[in-house]
């Protein structure tokens, strides 16, 4: 899990964008923290790059697929 020490640097959001979920090797839809929805394993990625290939980490369980779920979004403030 994704950990912070001063609340006040980060923002609560409730867009649906959290909530979907993208297959390994596809566009990152925001720059920012996702987590693996099988095994909670986080990556960071940087704007413009891919979500992590299907060989990137391994499952115990191999019928458990790797997915990648948004977790923190960053932005640029102007």
């Not at 990137?56 to 019928?63: E, G």
Request: net charge positive; glycine share 6%.
């Amino acid at each position: 899990m994704a950990n912070y020490k001063y609340s006040n640097e980060l923002h609560q959001n409730n867009h649906v964008d959290f909530d979907k979920v993208h297959t390994p090797n596809t566009a990152a839809p925001y720059p920012g923290i996702y987590k693996c929805t099988g095994c909670g394993r986080e990556i960071a990625i940087a704007g413009g790059h891919n979500l992590p290939p299907q060989n990137h980490h391994q499952h115990q369980n191999p019928l458990t697929s790797i997915q990648w779920k948004l977790v923190v979004c960053t932005t640029d403030k102007k």
